[in-house]
Each structure stands twice: as C-alpha cells, then as structure tokens.
C-alpha cells in the first residue's frame, strides 16, 4: 500500500526526464517561432524598401507654361512639322523675361521635360483651332526638378555636387510660389510605354505584354496540362513507359528557366521562324515552363479524388470517359484551377527564359496584337534598374509594387478557389 | 496520324509566322549595353515626333548583336546593331557568309571610362601604369628585373607611395562587358605598355602581351559587380574605400555622390573627353544593313534622326544623356557617309 502511494507521487512529480523533455519541446518551439520572425523580418524589410522607396513615382511634378500659339509657328500646313520644342523654349522665356544668357537659358529649358512640346503637339493636333490662343498649358517637369521636389535631391550640397544649380533653384522656387509648379497623382506611369525619360516611362506596355504572353500560356498550358493529368492518372497503363514519363514531368519541374528560352530560341525562332520579341514567343516558353507544375498539381488533385466515387459511377454502367468526365474530374477541377494559377503567377514574375527570346528589349509603342513587340512586367523592372538616370530607381519600386499586387491577386485568388470549392472527404 | 497532326500543327503555326513576317513594320535593332541608353533616346524621339513606329532595341552586348546582325538579310534579322567597339574581320567575314554584304558603319561619338570613387573621401589621382600594377593578375617584379610575378600590393600606397593606405577594392563589369573589354585594352594596357620588356613583348610574342595586359586579378581586390552599374553607384557611397569602374554617363548622373578619379592628371569630364585629353576614351558605332533601308520602313528617318546636330551634336539631346560628341568635321564626314549608304570595305 505505502509501496504504490510512493510511486505515484513520483509519477506526479516531474521527473528528471520529463523536465527535459519540456525543455526540448520549448525549444523546438522557441527555434519555430524564430524562423518565422526570421523569414517575416526580411519580408518586412522588402516591402519597407520598395514601399518608401516606389510610393513617390506615383506622384509626379508638373509646370504650368503660358504657350501662346502664335499663327508664325505653324505657317506650314503640316502641323507635325512645327517646331514645338521652340515654342517650349519661347514660352518658357516670355515667363522669365530676365534670363538673357545662353546658358542660364539652357538651364531654363533644362525644368521641363521634352515631353512638354509632345503634349503641345497633341494639343494642336486634336484642335487646330487653339492656333492663335494663348492657354495655360500643364506640362511634365523634368525628371531633376521632379527628384527636388520628392527631397531626393538635397538642397544643401554644395551646387558643383549637385544636378540642379542654384539658379534653377531660385526659378523653381518662384514657380512654387506663383502656384505654376505642383505635384500630383502621376497618371503617365499606368498608361504610357517605357520611355528613356523617367517622367514619360509608365507601365501600361509590359502590363499589356504580361497579359498577352500570359493568354496565350494559359490557353495553350491548362488544356494540354489538364488533358495530360487525366490521361496519365485515370487511362495509362502503369509500366515502365509511364514511369519514365513521370520522372520526366518531374525532371522538367525543377529544370532552370532560362533553358526553356533556349529551347524557344531554338524552335520557335530560328526553326518555326516566329518573329522575336512577341507575346506569341514568349507565352510558347512560358507555357513550356508551366506545363510541369500544371500536370503534377493536376495529377495530385485527381488522386485525391477517393476511388469511391469511380466505382459508384462504374457499377451503375457509366464508361470510364463518362466517371472521369461527369464525376472525376469536376471534382477535382478546384485544386487542377489553384495549380494552375500557381504556374500562372511563376509565369507572370519569369525574366530568364524571355532573355533568350529577345523580350528583353527597349519598347515604347504599346502592344496592340500578341505579334506585336513587346515587354513583360519583369523585364521592365530589370530594364528600369539598369538605366543611370536617378529618377528611375524610384520607378522601378513602383513595378515592383505593381507586380507584386499583380502576384498577391492572383495567388489570393488561388487560396479563395481552394477554399471555396474544397471537398472535405 | 500522330506525324500528319504534327505537320499540321507545324504548317499553321508557319503560316502563322509568314503573315507576321511580311508585317514587320518597325525597325529592329540589337547590340552593346553602352550605346543602348543612347540609342534609346534617339528611337524614342524619332518615334513620337515622325509617329512612325518606334524601332525596339535589344541590349545584347556587342559581340552577341554582331552575332545576330550577321545572320543573315531578311525580316527576321535586325537591321542595325550598336557596338562599342569596331566590328571585327572574322564578324565581317561571318557576315559575307550569311550574305551580309553592304554593312555602313556609323561612328556617333566617344564614351569616357572612368574609376570612380565615393565623394566622401578624396579624389585617386593615378596614372594607367598604377591602374595596371594595382589590377594586373601578374605584374612586373619591383626589383627591376624583367620577370613576372603575382600582384603581391595589397593598398595603393604600395602601388605608389603618393596614393593613399587604403586597401586596393574596385568593383567592376565582368568579362563578357564591353566596357570591361575597353577598360583592359586602354587603361590596362596603357599601364603595362610603360614598361619597355612589356611593350617589347608585343613584337615577339603577342599572345603572351595580352595575356599580361588583359588578365586582372583574381584574388578579391577586383569584384566582378555584374552588369549593373547602378549597383556599383550604391555599393561606393557605402564603402568609401572601393572605386568603381563604369561608363561616364553614370558618373554624370551621380555627380552629387562619386567623383571620377584622375588619370594622368586628367579628371574624367566631358570637355576632357571630347578633346582626348583624359586618355580611357572609346569611340562607340552603330552598323547599318544597307539591304534593309529600303524595305523596313523607317530606317531613313531613323538615320537622319541620329545624325542629325540636335542629337549628336554639341548641345544635342545625346550629350545631355553623357554622349561625348564627335569633333564637327567627324560629325560632317559621318553624316555624309550615312547620307550616301556607303558601305564598308568587306575585302
């Protein structure tokens, strides 16, 4: 009797071991917990640099410039012709009657962006009949008096150190003061092409191009993706033909990006002889890419569809096509869906294989058809980054930011559809 | 049947192409990294004032749009690629080859090489015979005899004792980089040239003299930084002791934070460039498929845009982008080349 109460008690106290075994499991968790804050902190830290660093490229500077579209300028019948720059120039000279030599003057022409004497052009083009007038006219600022603005570029350094002098300065300021130069939502960025001037560059190309070239992966990469889960899944013999097919899929999965675009460049370009640098080129190595990652999502959702339901369908004399068509695979569509959109949004962030193929390129005109020349989102960001102009760094993060909404939709949409239409068996 | 659904599948896709072929209606050029930020403007102001279509243009390097260039007359070649660098006899050979004949070489200016370093310290003032003792894998022995042996300076002051204790770091493009390439041959090689056994080398065994001249260091003091020079702009103004070496328009850009390191003397500035006073200097070309210019619309605005005084010329838009301009009478003779197409010799 005492003999039992004594081993209780020591089996209520903690034991040696089990106090050690509390503390392995405390620091088991401990070690989770700290990767987790780990892998958080450097997702923080990204999202803080390209936040602070792209939210000012979606504010831009503008001048408001008096242009008096005097008749002498456009004596000549073709309007494409006139000399707009000239007419920048002039009005911006008429506004600061009291600079006089000519390099202040060109320091002065240096606060707009030669995109101003581009509106000017559309201006006149749209309606002739402003010939003659005098309008208060709202044009881009330069990319240098759109950084001062932002504060990235200090004010303080001395001026040899800096790419604003100090007389521009003095002009800027009087334009602020006069109520002619403000900051304002930067429409440009989502519905102009790449530019090499960074207050004209916006990302309505590589969006139009990411669209294009995902259309075609998606059209060409779900049908064959789908058609070949089920066929491997639900028809093929199992023997070692299979097998090796499988391995392959596999294989293929994990296979670097970039010999997918040299694979396109080979076939596609140089044997198919499809033009480069288009949406068509660049869907076809996207859609080899995705094709992998589709099939084997395709494959692990149509086994965990039970073999319950084939056999229901089978014993009340449905054909294997009518089980898989009717009842397998609407079952199993959701997690087919999801897998897909995962591919998609791998596809949409790719720049490697689209390097090969000649997606990597200067573009400015938007494209209108998918053989048209085009860009990628991706591509854009890496094209930006590389250009020496300040201005650029700040647009760059702003892509990012775009793209980055772009892949949050898209794999939030994955989540919804998984949670949706998943069945609990 | 598996064979005709092939064929079938190969057929459309080819007619397929053949329409978008014949439909190329904008010019296409490729080529060297360094020309691509000028060329840009260029296409883009040619583009939105003539509202012609605006040409694309790959970054491809050099040698890679050379490749492209010569393979072949037709749409699906492209009609122009840069080069920062003269084309070569065996690319004028591939050319001949794919029936490339008439090429028209256009040289549009000059491009400064600079080493640059952090504003917060003080400006290197070196001359190419430091920058080669400081990068060369195997440098001449300081005991004045006329053997190689590995770099063994560690700082500047090693190299020379005017320069400053600091250790040698200088981030730079790695080889497949054209300005790599002009970087070795004309601040490289200008070094080891001062050296007569060297210089003599060149007569007697002129694999060996470039192998000498050509070769940096691969023990850490050169970092390959990779093709982005906006990368090597940061990594300097964190690291006030590295130096960096990219083209002059990126120093124009980031006056404010780097300095561009003396060379004989010369600090890298536009009218030092322009005159050849700062002595890493290269001219940069674009080439010209003449077979094309009358069949890819465009390709006479094109030309004429870039020729023309408002972009190459003194005051042009290309100089506000850090494009040295050529001397007027080149700029004359340049133009007047490309006014007539007239085609370099192929012999």
């Not at chain 1, 294997?320 to 596809?347: D, F, R, S």
Request: one cysteine or more.
């Amino acid at each position: 009797m005492n003999n039992t109460a004594t081993t209780n008690n020591d089996l209520l106290a903690p034991s040696k071991r089990l106090v050690k075994r509390y503390r392995a499991e405390k620091r088991f968790r401990r070690c989770g917990i700290a990767a987790i804050t780990l892998s958080l902190a450097f997702v923080f830290f990204l999202f803080f640099t390209i936040f602070s660093d792209g939210i000012s490229a979606f504010k831009q500077t503008w001048i408001e410039l008096k242009v008096e579209f005097s008749n002498d300028l456009f004596a000549n019948e073709n309007l494409a012709a006139a000399d707009y720059p000239g007419l920048v120039k002039r009005s911006l000279r008429t506004m600061f009657a009291e600079v006089k030599s000519r390099k202040d003057k060109k320091l002065l022409y240096g606060l707009v962006s030669p995109a101003a004497a581009y509106k000017l052009q559309d201006m006149v083009e749209a309606d002739p009949k402003i010939i003659g007038t005098v309008q208060e006219v709202w044009v881009l600022a330069d990319d240098d008096v759109d950084m001062l603005m932002k504060k990235k570029i200090d004010r303080t350094v001395p001026e040899s150190n800096r790419r604003i002098r100090d007389i521009q300065l003095e002009w800027i300021d009087k334009l602020v003061a006069q109520g002619r130069l403000t900051t304002n939502f930067n429409r440009t960025f989502f519905t102009s092409g790449d530019s090499r001037e960074p207050e004209l560059a916006g990302i309505r190309g590589a969006i139009k191009g990411s669209f294009f070239t995902l259309l075609i992966t998606l059209a060409l990469s779900f049908p064959i993706g789908v058609a070949a889960a089920v066929y491997l899944e639900e028809f093929a013999p199992s023997n070692h033909w299979t097998d090796l097919i499988e391995i392959n899929i596999n294989n293929l999965a994990a296979v670097p990006s970039i010999i997918f675009g040299l694979l396109g460049l080979a076939i596609f370009i140089n044997f198919w002889g499809l033009p480069r640098s288009t949406p068509i080129v660049g869907g076809l190595v996207l859609t080899l890419m995705t094709l992998p990652t589709i099939i084997i999502a395709g494959r692990a959702s149509l086994k965990s569809v039970p073999p319950s339901i084939r056999e229901a369908a089978l014993g009340v004399g449905a054909s294997k096509v009518q089980t898989v068509l009717h009842h397998v695979l609407p079952l199993a569509m959701p997690g087919m869906l999801t897998g897909t959109i995962i591919g998609m949004a791998q596809a949409l962030g790719e720049t490697a294989p689209l390097l090969m193929i000649g997606m990597v390129a200067f573009i400015v005109d938007i494209p209108g058809t998918f053989s048209d020349p085009a860009a990628v989102l991706p591509v854009q960001i890496y094209l930006w980054a590389d250009n020496p102009e300040r201005a650029f760094t700040e647009k760059t993060s702003a892509a990012i930011m775009v793209l980055l909404a772009f892949l949050i939709v898209m794999n939030g949409l994955a989540v919804l559809l998984r949670k949706k239409f998943e069945i609990k068996w | 049947m598996k064979v005709k659904a092939l064929l079938a599948a190969s057929a459309l896709s080819l007619a397929m192409t053949t329409q978008a072929m014949a439909a190329r209606d904008y010019i296409s050029i490729v080529g060297s990294s360094t020309v691509y930020p000028f060329a840009t403007v260029v296409a883009e102001q040619y583009g939105r004032t003539s509202g012609a279509k605006t040409p694309k243009i790959e970054s491809t390097g050099s040698g890679g749009g050379f490749k492209l260039f010569c393979g072949g007359v037709g749409v699906d070649h492209p009609d122009i690629t840069n080069a920062s660098r003269a084309i070569k006899s065996s690319e004028i050979a591939t050319c001949a080859e794919n029936g490339v004949k008439d090429i028209v070489e256009v040289k549009i200016g000059y491009d400064g090489i600079v080493l640059a370093t952090s504003k917060k310290t003080a400006p290197l003032k070196l001359t190419r015979k430091d920058i080669f003792l400081a990068l060369a894998k195997e440098v001449p022995d300081p005991d004045h005899s006329n053997k190689l042996i590995p770099n063994p300076y560690k700082t500047w002051k090693d190299v020379n004792p005017a320069l400053p204790d600091n250790r040698i770091e200088v981030l730079g493009p790695p080889p497949t980089s054209g300005t790599r390439d002009a970087f070795v041959e004309l601040a490289m090689e200008g070094g080891a040239k001062t050296f007569d056994f060297i210089k003599d080398m060149k007569k007697t065994d002129k694999k060996m003299y470039k192998k000498i001249c050509h070769t940096i260091r691969e023990d850490g003091a050169y970092v390959e930084a990779g093709e982005n020079d906006n990368l090597i702009v940061q990594k300097l103004q964190a690291n006030p002791v590295a130096a960096g070496i990219f083209g002059y328009s990126f120093l124009d850009q980031n006056s404010d934070v780097i300095q561009g390191s003396y060379i004989e003397g010369n600090e890298p500035t536009f009218e030092a460039i322009a005159d050849g006073s700062y002595p890493v200097s290269r001219p940069l070309f674009f080439y010209v498929k003449k077979a094309h210019v009358d069949v890819i619309p465009g390709m006479k605005g094109y030309l004429a845009e870039f020729t023309s005084n408002k972009a190459w010329g003194d005051d042009g838009y290309l100089a506000d982008k850090g494009l040295i301009p050529m001397p007027v009478k080149e700029r004359d003779e340049y133009a007047a080349r490309v006014a007539e197409l007239q085609t370099i010799d192929m012999e």
